[in-house]
């Protein structure tokens, strides 16, 4: 999940030690030509960029590395990888990128350059760290790649260093403002969704309830349309009230007219899930299983639309940089790619109540 980076207080005055800049060459491109717009920015200031992927994991960060790296080499900028989010670039570990080094990563979870939870970067000292490494390393430009915790460092970081960085959503929750869809969002419901069509099985076979927690930590979006997809008889999520007694008493009357199985979807902070187990039996008298999916909805292969994402955004980003803009979000609404200030990114984004009331209508 996103990196719960809630609360980076303001600062300024971080003391920063300024690099003269070496000139360096510039690899061009040369051969076939390619029908695609180049800007002018590798030729006017910003010649070497940064991409960071930060916090909790999401499917398709590696496509998206891919899309910065090779849409900035293309460009004619260098780009620098950070390994293990802005620990990494705390500590400056950062590395040479190729066009080689992203070959064969679009279909891969996970993230070539890792990750890492920092709470160094919720501090003076480790915002002032993380932009010395960049102006050590003559970074013009920074890609990161994360939740709405990660596009918080982001902003801050941009503030403290005035580098251009621009943010790019990534995270399995979806809770990232400004954007319809983050990147690894649609993978990880299709792998939770796998799971409980076998889960299904199951329950019809032994006709019983099952409860069956999803991630989404204080939000209901991957719940919801996990829920919606799954055909789930009760959907619980944060952000809508919900009565166990009304819930028994369903489940009561289903059975009572030949519904013998049943499953609930609930997003892991929509409650203590083996808490409503424990109430649903009681009340029922049904016998009802709990099955918490956990970190296997971070990982395995993104789907198509988790790439699609992560190579629009990817590619956007360096553009916007090469724009001369920074401190901005990439992100997807109506089907348009659009452009946010960072800081709209921890705005609440609001659950569609269509879809749980689509769901409601759906399941009876």
């Known amino acids: 999940m996103a990196t719960t980076t809630d609360s980076i207080p303001p600062w300024e005055g971080l003391a920063l030690k300024p690099l003269a800049r070496k000139p360096m060459n510039h690899r061009k491109e040369s051969g076939k030509s ?20 930060s916090g909790g994991d999401a499917p398709g960060m590696n496509a998206c590395i891919r899309a910065v790296v090779r849409t900035a080499i293309f460009q004619g900028l260098e780009v620098l990888g950070v390994e293990r989010g802005y620990k990494g670039l705390i500590e400056g570990e950062v590395e040479a990128l190729t066009r080689r080094s992203v070959s064969g990563i679009i279909n891969l979870g996970g993230t070539i350059l890792k990750t890492a939870r920092c709470e160094e970067m919720r ?18 430009g920074v890609v990161v790649v994360g939740g709405d915790g990660s596009l918080r460092g982001a902003w801050e970081l941009f503030k403290a260093s005035g580098i251009p960085i621009i943010g790019i959503p990534a995270s399995i929750d979806n809770d990232v403002a400004g954007t319809d869809y983050t990147i690894g969002f649609d993978t990880a419901v299709n792998t939770a969704l796998d799971a409980i069509d076998k889960i299904r099985d199951t329950a019809t076979s032994h006709e019983r309830v099952f409860i069956i927690e999803v991630m989404g930590r204080n939000r209901g979006f991957l719940a ?57 039996a009681r009340k029922t008298g049904f016998d009802i299983r709990l099955s918490t999916l956990g970190y296997i909805q971070r990982g395995g292969t993104p789907t198509a639309f988790s790439r ?49 009331r689509l769901s409601n209508l759906l399941a009876t």
Request: charged share 30%; hydrophobic share 40%.
């Open 34 to 53: 390619i029908m695609l717009e180049r800007y002018p920015g590798g030729d006017k200031g910003m010649k070497r960029i940064a991409v960071v992927t």
């Open 123 to 140: 501090t003076k000292e480790g915002i002032r760290k993380a932009a010395q490494t960049l102006i050590e390393n003559r970074i013009d």
């Open 308 to 356: 699609y994402l992560a190579s629009i955004f990817g590619s956007e980003a360096v553009k916007l940089l090469l724009k001369g803009k920074g401190g901005l979000m990439v992100g997807i609404e109506n089907g348009e790619i659009t452009t946010h200030k960072l800081t709209y990114a921890w705005k609440r984004k609001p659950l569609d109540r269509r879809l749980y």
């Open 224 to 280: 919801l349309h996990v829920g919606l997809a799954a055909g789930a008889e009760f959907i619980l999520v944060p952000e809508i009230e919900y009565s166990l007694d009304e819930i028994s008493r369903e489940l009561k009357e289903a059975r009572e007219k030949g519904k013998r199985s049943s499953i609930i979807v609930m997003a892991e902070g929509a409650g203590s899930s083996p808490k409503i187990a424990r109430e649903i």
